[in-house]
């Protein structure tokens, strides 16, 4: 099961660090995904890590701002999120999934476990 904390309210240009931490085993053999939803717009693909090779990838609109990473923990992921802008505002979810290829990372629909949602909200 997996849950994803650490979302809260911040200024435009804040930083805010989420994490996802699995209470029924390691990541070790998971990619992880991180995917937000804001109101009336479909869940969109922000980042993921391949726990094994630490390979990574990014939504273009993020990629230079969040930087997903393993925590020391084998059951965390992290998402470090800096200069964040109002357009960031949405339900952050955690996914993982044991059997996914590069080209479906950024499919919601190719995760077969989600956490629940933690709300960033950013105002200007």
């Known amino acids: 099961q997996l849950q994803a904390s650490g979302g809260g309210p911040v200024q435009a240009g804040g930083s805010l660090r989420l994490s996802c931490t699995n209470s029924?085993?390691?990541?070790?053999?998971?990619?992880v995904g991180w995917f937000r939803q804001a109101p009336g717009k479909e869940r969109e693909f922000v980042a993921a890590?391949?726990?094994?090779?630490?390979?990574?990838a990014y939504a273009d609109s993020v990629k230079g701002r969040f930087t997903i990473s393993r925590g020391t923990a084998e059951n965390t992921v992290y998402l470090q999120m800096d200069s964040l802008k109002p357009e960031d505002t949405a339900a952050y979810y955690c996914?993982?999934?044991?059997?996914?290829?590069?080209?479906?990372?950024?499919?919601?629909?190719?995760?077969?476990?989600w956490g629940q949602g933690t709300q960033v909200t950013v105002s200007s």
């Open positions: 996914a993982a999934d044991s059997t996914l290829i590069l080209s479906s990372w950024r499919m919601t629909s190719a995760y077969d476990y």
């Open positions: 029924e085993g390691t990541f070790r053999r998971y990619v």
């Open positions: 890590i391949k726990w094994s090779s630490r390979a990574t």
